[in-house]
């Protein structure tokens, strides 16, 4: 698959097989990210890789009570608003049993560290797509970012005091054997030739 065709073709994916690719594969994805493109060739976005289930469930029911404890506001973000609604239900699965999730973190003083880590992650998704492989941008520990018992519990698997958490990407073989790459229309991103 050419470059062209793994950006045309890249869809989110959201339903796993539960084999574990092996690291081998993990790694050329996340070697994708570390060539990513960084302000001032800063270098400094930090992968976080998670294939432990039982520490993927322990984490996911973190979430679910940390967001259960939060209220949505009339300004709160639509995907926010769902992330928390679903989890005063019980059982909200953040990362949709993918066996791997990549968190993404940067300097907390950095002014393209979300910059940076989007473009990590965007090459980590077409390299998934390039080696068959589903992948999905999963937004929720960003958000949870300042909270103090989701931080704690990052730490203890890597994340530095110094880091701010800037995304993730869940990641693995899709369900149904091939990634999603249904297409879907463009609506929007307006192109103005000036
Ligand atoms: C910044 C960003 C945050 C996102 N967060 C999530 C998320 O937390 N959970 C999720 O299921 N999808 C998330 N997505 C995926 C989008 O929902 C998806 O890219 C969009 O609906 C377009 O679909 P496609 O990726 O299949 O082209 C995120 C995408 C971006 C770029």
Redesign the pocket.
Known sequence: MDAMEAILT?????RYAEVMPDRELIGKVIEAGRFAPSGGNNQTTHFIVFTDKAVLAEMAELVCHEFSKMEAGENTYA?LRN?INASKKGGYV?H?NAPVLIVTANQKDYGNALADS?CA??NM?IAANALDLGS?????L??LDENETIRSYLYKHGLLESETVT??LILGFAESGQP?R?P?ERKGNPVTWA
């Open positions: 890249r869809r989110s994916t959201r995907s992330s953040f949709y989007a992650l965007e998704m999905c941008w999963i937004n929720q960003h958000w995304g993730g999603n249904t879907l």
